[in-house]
């Protein structure tokens, strides 16, 4: 039998942590914390995804994320939030954002693909992430809202100089 897989599970609405911790396979090791502050205390080198809220009292769920991506070890970081995307995700060093309610199927996918990520050097693991939430603000924001937008301009660059699409964030899972 293989080790479990570890996942913290960050979200001041309690109601979240127990949907998330239900909807996981028996195999998952859910960590809960009901804010920032306590999730980023939990995770550790044994943790290996995180489920982060992005409001939330004492740390915000930005904050979290950029902490635990100075860290040697980073846990795959998948960001669910009631806020709507918009191009400021762009600079959130997450490797996924979805927008509260996501449903079962898709948080297990995402959560999977994050995952498999982890595995790639840095720089690869980096863009991908990039280019997953390029996708997701491309789907969420007014193209005249993103063509005026220096962040968007600038992912959209740093992917083309890389050669990576958003098609390879899925690609690669």
């Known amino acids: 039998m293989g080790k479990s897989t570890s996942v913290a ?9 127990q949907l998330y911790k239900l909807w996981l396979p028996a195999e998952y090791e859910v960590i809960e914390a009901g804010d920032g502050r306590t999730g980023l205390q939990c995770v550790d080198d044994s943790v290996d995804a995180v489920l982060l809220d992005r409001q939330m009292p004492e740390l915000s769920g930005e904050t979290v994320a950029e902490k635990l991506r100075q860290r040697s070890v980073t846990p795959a970081v998948v960001m669910i939030s009631s806020v709507k995307p918009d191009v400021d995700i762009l600079d959130i060093p997450v490797d996924s954002y979805l927008r509260k309610p996501a449903d079962r199927d898709t948080l297990l996918s ?30 969420a924001v007014r193209a005249t809202a993103l063509a005026e937008s220096d962040a968007y301009r600038r992912a959209v660059e740093r992917l083309e100089q890389h050669d990576v699409s958003p098609a390879d964030a899925v690609s690669e899972s």
């Open 9 to 17: 599970v960050i979200d001041d609405d309690e109601d979240y942590r």
């Open 110 to 139: 995402v959560l999977s693909t994050v995952r498999t990520r982890c595995e790639y050097e840095a720089q690869r693991r980096e863009l991908l992430g990039l280019a997953d939430r390029r996708a997701t603000v491309a789907d």
